[in-house]
Antibody, heavy 119, light 110 residues
């Protein structure tokens, strides 16, 4: 059974940093591209970042470019999102999602982890 | 901000057919496939339709998707109470070099 389990969400002050993790199981992690998607309270979905299966290619939304870094550790079957210079508008539930091998869709999602940026 | 536009709400009575539109541009829907997600209250999104009109295993055939030019649509036939949720379209955008979601549509079963 495919499982994605996010962790690391917390309350952090503006300007602070946080690292999210997404532990993957039930599939060959090294074969799948992964993304982070967030949802601010009461708002819609916003794609944040994407990393290829090899980790060699990464993509970011303009809203986080230069502040967030996505990475993956195949030996630990874990996806990461390093978030620096956090702003109030980064407050959201962050989901990790697996991209289908032969399509652009995300077929499995984690349960999400809440990041709150506030003083 | 979302570059794919959806109506904020849609509704119908049980058994009716409801359709949700998703309007984009040549850089996203016009040149890439469209996916649809369902989000029940308080839960993570769930893939409903991929590659314009394909249903993942386990998704009822009451749900169908289509695409034409720079627009796409999701249809729910035989509406049921458990279909009450938020629905999002999405596609890769070649200009933004990123994935874009629609503004979302809340479906209410009357």
């Amino acid at each position: 059974e495919v499982q994605l389990l996010e962790s690391g969400g917390d309350l952090v002050q503006p300007g602070g940093s946080l690292r999210l993790s997404c532990a993957a199981s039930g599939f060959t992690f090294s074969s799948c591209a992964m993304s982070w998607v967030r949802q601010a309270p009461g708002k819609g979905l916003e794609w944040v970042s994407h990393i290829s299966s090899s980790g060699g290619s990464t993509y970011y939304a303009d809203s986080v470019k230069g502040r967030f870094t996505v990475s993956r550790d195949t030996s630990k079957n874990t996806l990461y999102l390093q978030m620096n210079s956090l702003r109030a508008e980064d407050t959201a539930v962050y989901y990790c999602a697996r991209r289908m091998v032969a399509a652009t869709a995300f077929d499995y999602w984690g349960q999400g982890t809440l990041v709150t940026v506030s003083s | 901000q979302s570059v794919l536009t959806q109506p904020p709400s849609a509704s119908g009575t049980p058994g009716q057919r409801v359709s949700i539109s998703c309007s984009g541009s040549s850089s996203n829907i016009g040149s890439n496939t469209v996916n649809w997600y369902q989000q029940l209250p308080g839960t993570a999104p769930k893939l409903l339709i991929y590659s314009n009109n394909q249903r993942p295993s386990g998704v009822p055939d009451r749900f169908s998707g289509s695409k034409s030019g720079t627009s796409a649509s999701l249809a729910i036939s035989g509406l049921q109470s458990e279909d009450e949720a938020d629905y999002y379209c999405a596609a890769w955008d070649d200009s933004l070099n990123g994935y874009v979601f629609g503004t979302g549509t809340k479906v209410t079963v009357l």
